[in-house]
């Protein structure tokens, strides 16, 4: 059975969502061993074990950032265990990580990819999607391994197994140079309603709401819906919004069972990131707008109008 190392790092005290998607991935394709960064607990091992981990190597950056001294030990695990390979998700400490891993290694690394491949005879595939979504492109490793490949979130269901606690292996890393940086201070953002890639419904905005102010009609139907807000890079990139509610091909891939677009014309790089909603439903006052073309239900007209009545509607009922 191969081995396929996937790497999680700690969120909130626990797995990160993606590194469960990962490996629950991870446990179909051969046996999987999961290379954990964070302060750990109890808890932590068995939820791994219950999504399919067989062994857990255990890291604990603390202040120091993860990314170079996780990326020399893992090259050291896998000079000496030889996984066959290494799944990473497309998030910052992942790609950084994945990065390191190759260049310290020698080895190439795909990246962005929906889905992974094993075949019996070892090959390792991945597929990509290109233009904008409506393209697959399948690649295939030559090159031994271990195989690198950096996943998109939400392209495996995390699904838990009735599985037996990991073998956990604690280890130190290694010192990796005198410019380590250190982290000196953490801020969390504030956040209003449930987390954007987890939530269930998400209303975005995009530039058609004119200003900076207007996000409060995003907001405004979002509260009694009890949804997640999103935003276009757009006005990511005007300032009227932080990073975090980007949602598209360079922010956040979501997949709601319903996703609001209000004011958005459908760019491709923002229809990437959300058009696997099971219910797309678009506001924009431009009838040819290429958002209508994947929305389940569109509303031609102005957002200004649309949304006021639509926020009344929903706090009223």
Known sequence: MAEVWTFCEETDGGPSTLGLELLSKARQLGSATVLYAGSGSPQAW????????????????????????????????AAEHAPHLILFGQAYTDRDVAGRLAARMGLPVLSNAVDVTLDRSGAVGSRHEISGGSEIAEAVFSSPGPHLVIVRPKSFPAEPVDGPSPQLITLDLPEVGESNAVVIGRHVRERKGPDLEEAT??????????????????EGVAAPLDAATGATRAIVDA???????????????????????????????????????????????????????IADLGIVGDVHKVMPRLIEELSSG
Request: net charge neutral.
């Open 46 to 77: 068995q939820t791994l074990g219950e999504h399919g981990a067989a062994r857990v190597f255990h890291f604990d950056p603390g202040d120091t950032l993860a990314a170079a001294p996780v990326a020399a030990a893992t090259a050291t695990l």
């Open 201 to 218: 419904v998400i209303i975005s905005g995009g530039r058609g709401l004119g200003a900076a102010e207007h996000y409060s009609l995003v």
């Open 239 to 293: 300032g009227w919004v932080p990073y975090a509610k980007q949602v598209g091909q360079t922010g956040k891939t979501v997949k709601p069972d319903v996703y609001i677009a209000c004011g958005i014309s459908g760019a491709m790089q923002h229809l990437v990131g959300m058009k696997d909603a099971k219910t797309i439903i678009a506001i924009n006052k431009d009838p040819d707008a290429p958002i209508f073309t």
